[in-house]
Structures are given as C-alpha cells and as structure tokens.
C-alpha cells in the first residue's frame, strides 16, 4: 500500500480487483500526474495495520506505477492524524483515528531541544 497525500481517492489494480472479486459499479475520470482516464469504481473495506477498519469505501480502480496493490489518498489519511518521525538512525510511521483533540505541532517539539 502506497500512502499518497496527492490523491484525494484511494485506488487498487485491476488484478487486486480481481483477487477480492468486487464488480465496478460505476465509471469516474481521475487525473493523475501525466493523465486523466476513466476507470471502474468499486466498493471495498479497508483493515489497517493498527485494526483502523473502514467499511464500503469507494476506490478507483487503475494501473499504479509501483509495486504497491494500493494507494491510499486523502479520503481515508483524513480520518486520523498521519506523521513521519526519523530520529536514531529509524523512521517511524504513526497513524491514529480518531485523530487527537490536541494538534501534534513538530515546530514546538524542535524548540524544546
């Protein structure tokens, strides 16, 4: 899965569409970086890693230019709070819904070291 804050669907491959046997159920054009297409829209529910579950999501379905099976987009990065953090030579990756009541502010954290 690709989390991609430039796309504002989420997509997955044709061959994703046909291992999880979901019919299209509507026709969208999406513009990507180099195109605009129509593709087939279905219907699927998304398991993250951390048991984040959303039900009956709409998903375009398209060939993506990477090894990913997914991108994720904006309609679910939304729904929760999404940072990087690298620090002792590891990146880690945080991903939290519902998002906190208090904003994480990166700049305030910088000026306390």
Known sequence: MLWDTGASISAITPEIMNQLKVTPVDKKTIAGIHTTQAVDIVYITVQLPNSVIK???????????????????????????????????????????????????????????
């Open 55 to 113: 039900k009956i999501i709409e998903v375009a379905v398209c060939n993506i230019l990477s090894n990913a099976g997914m991108i994720l987009g904006m309609d679910i990065i939304f729904l929760g709070d999404f940072a990087l953090s690298n620090g002792n030579a590891q990146t880690l990756f945080f991903f939290a819904v519902p998002p906190f009541k208090e904003k994480i502010d990166f700049s305030k954290k910088q000026n306390e070291e």
